[in-house]
């Protein structure tokens, strides 16, 4: 089956140092992969996707994510964590062959303090 | 530009009633989803609709009706609400083309059924 897991639940990070969340994936073949931002009360925010190439996937506010074929991890980082950068992270993936079904990973709450 | 709006953003009801959650979006996307968000589980896939008067079952289906009677609209009915369809619901578009096209997410309505 099909599935996604993030493993930590929370992650604590200092403004000011880098951090990282994790993702693993188990799915056939090739999938492509996502990383959303969800702000409290708000809809889920598109940060990055892995479609094929560079390993290392820039998106938006200077998060990037690191796409590991043997490993089938995609876990998302930023060199420099700000405080706005608090949020609820979900990792998602897709498969190729599977039209637009995606399966959302439970999330992971990183929260940055000052 | 609105975007992908839903209606209403609460909605408290009791066991039994009939409730319909609206979605609206102005990109004229072909595709468009709905979500259930719970603690522990991330966003599960209810419906998703690929064009007008095309829709099909996702993950969590039962007891959830969907119509697309055009582009813009997809509303989500709850036939006779249950307790355990107490959630947030999100509504999501994505353009038509390759599957590797990212979601936009609506700002999602929480449901109270009593």
């Known amino acids: 089956a099909q599935s996604v897991a993030q493993p930590e639940d929370q992650v604590n990070v200092a403004e000011g140092n880098p951090l990282t969340v994790k993702c693993t994936y188990s799915?056939?073949?090739?999938?492509?992969l996502f990383w959303y931002v969800q702000y409290p009360n708000r809809g889920l925010q598109f940060l990055l996707k892995?479609?094929?190439?560079?390993?290392l996937v820039k998106g938006s506010y200077g998060f990037e994510a690191e796409f590991n074929k043997s490993q089938t991890s995609f876990h998302l980082k930023k060199p420099s964590a700000l405080v706005s950068d608090s949020a609820l992270y979900f990792c998602?993936?897709?498969?190729?062959?599977?039209?637009?079904?995606?399966?959302f990973g439970a999330g992971t709450r990183l929260f940055v303090k000052a | 530009d609105a975007g992908i709006t839903q209606s209403p953003r609460y909605k408290i009801t009791e066991t039994g009633r009939q409730v319909t959650l609206m979605c609206h979006q102005t990109?004229?996307?072909?595709?468009m989803f709905w979500y259930r968000q719970d603690l522990g589980h991330g966003l599960r896939l209810i419906y998703y609709?690929?064009?007008?008067?095309?829709?099909d079952k996702g993950e969590v289906p039962d007891g959830y009706v969907v119509s697309r009677s055009k582009t813009e609209n997809f509303p989500l009915t709850l036939e006779s609400a249950t307790r355990s369809q107490t959630s947030v619901y999100f509504c999501?578009?994505?353009?038509?083309?390759?599957?590797?096209?990212?979601?936009?997410f609506g700002p999602g309505t929480r449901l109270t059924v009593l």
């Open positions: 999501a578009s994505s353009e038509s083309g390759r599957s590797a096209n990212e979601q936009f």
């Open positions: 609709s690929a064009a007008a008067d095309i829709t």
């Open positions: 892995y479609i094929t190439g560079d390993n």
């Open positions: 998602a993936v897709r498969d190729r062959t599977g039209g637009f079904k995606t399966i």
């Open positions: 799915v056939s073949g090739n999938p492509y």
């Open positions: 990109w004229s996307h072909s595709y």
